[in-house]
Nanobody, 126 residues
Framework: QVQLVESGGGLVQAGDSLRLSCATS????????MGWFRQAPGKEREFVAA????????KYTDSVKGRFTISRDGAKNTVFLQMNSLKPEDTAVYFC???????????????????WGQGTQVTVSS
């Protein structure tokens, strides 16, 4: 039974940093692409970052490139999102998700992901 549990969110000021964690069970990270998505009130869920099962290659949305870093620890079955230089527009509920398809390249589409966590709130004040 797959379970994804996000943690690490909170309220910070612009320019601060947070590290989100996604603890997984029922998955083998070496065969699953993991993604981070976010959703602000009244907005659609949008792609943030992904790390591929195939060699750990990564993909980021342009708005976080250079500020956020996705990584994984296979021994701990955990995926991380290090968020630096946070901006008010980063405020959202952040979700982690798993893609079981073993596609060649990480996908930015929500429909590519099979399992989702419940989310963790990130609020960035100006």
């Amino acid at each position: 039974q797959v379970q994804l549990v996000e943690s690490g969110g909170g309220l910070v000021q612009a320019g601060d940093s947070l590290r989100l964690s996604c603890a997984t069970s029922g998955l083998t990270l070496s065969s699953v692409t993991m993604g981070w998505f976010r959703q602000a009130p009244g907005k659609e869920r949008e792609f943030v970052a992904a790390i591929s099962w195939r060699g750990g290659s990564t993909k980021y949305t342009d708005s976080v490139k250079g500020r956020f870093t996705i990584s994984r620890d296979g021994a701990k079955n955990t995926v991380f999102l290090q968020m630096n230089s946070l901006k008010p527009e980063d405020t959202a509920v952040y979700f982690c998700a798993g893609d079981l398809s073993r596609r060649w390249w990480p996908s930015s589409a929500t429909t590519s992901y099979d399992d989702w966590g419940q989310g963790t709130q990130v609020t960035v004040s100006s």
